[in-house]
Nanobody, 123 residues
Framework: VQLQASGGGVVQAGGSLRLSCAASGIPFKNYAMGWFRQAPEKEREFVAIAWSSGSTYYADSVKGRFTISRDNAKNTVNLQMNSLKPEDTAVYYC??????????????????WGQGTLVTVSS
């Protein structure tokens, strides 16, 4: 199983970035795909999740600015990040799990993790 995250970089506040995560080795449609992030000296936190059904959830801190989407034909999940703020600076991780609608914020519920991609937002 491999989750390969990409798309990180340096952007000015107010700018946009698009992260992608390519999954292999799993029946993609059977897995919920999530994004987490970890800022320097902080714990990793939930950002967004998408199920094959089309349902999505977002952390309050990114709601209205970030959009998660998945392409089940290409086994990819994307995170479009707009109106970026310096506090969005973090390493972003994609994750896959067979997760219900009540436990998606718990990292322990996810079976597989990508390697992370760094997003830096300058002020």
């Amino acid at each position: 199983v491999q989750l390969q995250a990409s798309g990180g970089g340096v952007v000015q506040a107010g700018g946009s970035l698009r992260l992608s995560c390519a999954a292999s080795g799993i029946p993609f449609k059977n897995y919920a795909m999530g994004w987490f992030r970890q800022a320097p000296e902080k714990e990793r936190e939930f950002v967004a999740i998408a199920w094959s059904s089309g349902s999505t959830y977002y952390a309050d801190s990114v709601k209205g600015r970030f959009t998660i989407s998945r392409d089940n034909a290409k086994n990819t999940v994307n995170l479009q990040m707009n109106s970026l703020k310096p506090e969005d600076t973090a390493v972003y991780y994609c994750a896959a799990g067979r997760i219900g609608s009540r436990s998606y914020r718990r990292q322990s519920e996810y079976d597989y993790w990508g390697q992370g991609t760094l997003v830096t937002v300058s002020s």
